[in-house]
């Protein structure tokens, strides 16, 4: 070791103060495995450059990568009872309920908002994964309603992400009876002659699927994302059968039907953009 290594070098850390470097400077890719700098994942909107991989988003990068300008109005969901069973299994769910609103900054695992997609009025509901899940309690259908309220009290269109497991196990009967309430409220939208579009991302599974999900007058999905009610497993194991190549995502539904369209999250603005002015100049016509 020379005097440089032992002498100077200390000297300099202490004057110029020892810097921490962040944890989430880099992002590993679920697909490829590759290791991607925190900016560049940023300006490809969460999109791997490397093998085009969708990565999860937030529900507010959802909003701000979805509005004109990233601009756009959150309104204040209905409070609804916090446990209402006492749900208690390896940790309280008040606990649980605590932890997810620290990590997410959120009240619960959906965000409603309005503004302006491509210049067309909408209203938008994102659902967050990375609270518990995305699952769908009491909280999620009171917003989902909400949304639908709003979307007909300002004649505009209903547009919901979704990424769920499915309904919260922690409100029991509570959480199944949001299914039919969301229907409800996708109906409410129907009813008031105005568009309900569904962009379905990685995961859309469980009641979330089975309900308001499939639902909508049109339905997109993004590139990769799976989309199913049971896991392949489940399925495999009840028909005994080798499920295809890909079954359950974006790709394979698209090329079966039951989805209208697969677009890419760079373009997914854009054709939301054309979509709304488009129904919007037939709902002109017929009226």
């Known amino acids: 070791m020379s005097w440089l290594t032992e002498y100077v070098r200390p000297k300099i850390r202490t004057l ?60 204040e969901l209905p409070k609804v009872p916090l446990d209402p069973l006492r749900f208690r299994d390896s940790q309280r769910y008040v606990d649980r309920l605590r932890l997810a609103r620290e990590t997410t ?62 309904a919260r196990m922690q409100e029991g009967a509570v959480s199944l009876m949001q299914m039919p309430r969301s229907i409800i409220a996708t109906r409410l939208v129907k009813d008031a002659g105005l568009p309900f579009i569904v962009v379905l991302t990685d995961p859309t599974t469980g009641g979330v699927t089975a309900s308001f999900a499939m639902l909508g007058d049109l339905q997109i999905a993004e590139p990769g994302a799976l989309i199913g009610f049971a896991g392949a497993r489940v399925i495999a ?47 002109l016509e017929a009226a």
């Open 105 to 166: 900054h959120q009240d619960d695992a959906l965000v409603v908002a309005h503004g302006t997609i491509g210049g067309q009025r909408a209203v938008v509901a994102v659902m967050e994964f990375a609270f518990m899940g995305g699952s769908m309690g009491a909280a999620v259908g009171e917003g989902i309603v909400a949304a639908a309220r709003l979307a007909v009290l300002q004649d505009a269109p209903l547009i919901l992400f979704t990424a769920s497991g499915g």
């Open 237 to 283: 194991q009840t028909v005994r059968e080798k499920l295809p190549e890909g079954f359950q995502r974006a790709e394979y539904l698209d090329e079966h039907g039951i989805v209208d369209m697969v677009v890419k999250r760079s373009d997914l603005a854009a054709m939301l953009g054309r979509v709304l002015a488009l129904l919007r100049v037939k709902e």
């Open 16 to 75: 110029l103060g020892r810097r921490e470097v962040p944890e989430n400077l880099w992002v590993q890719c679920p697909a490829c495995q590759q290791m991607m700098f925190h900016t560049e994942l940023e300006k490809t909107l969460k999109v791997c450059s490397h093998c085009s991989h969708h990565l999860r988003a937030s529900a507010a990068e959802r909003l701000r990568w979805t509005f004109d300008a990233g601009v756009a109005t959150r309104i």
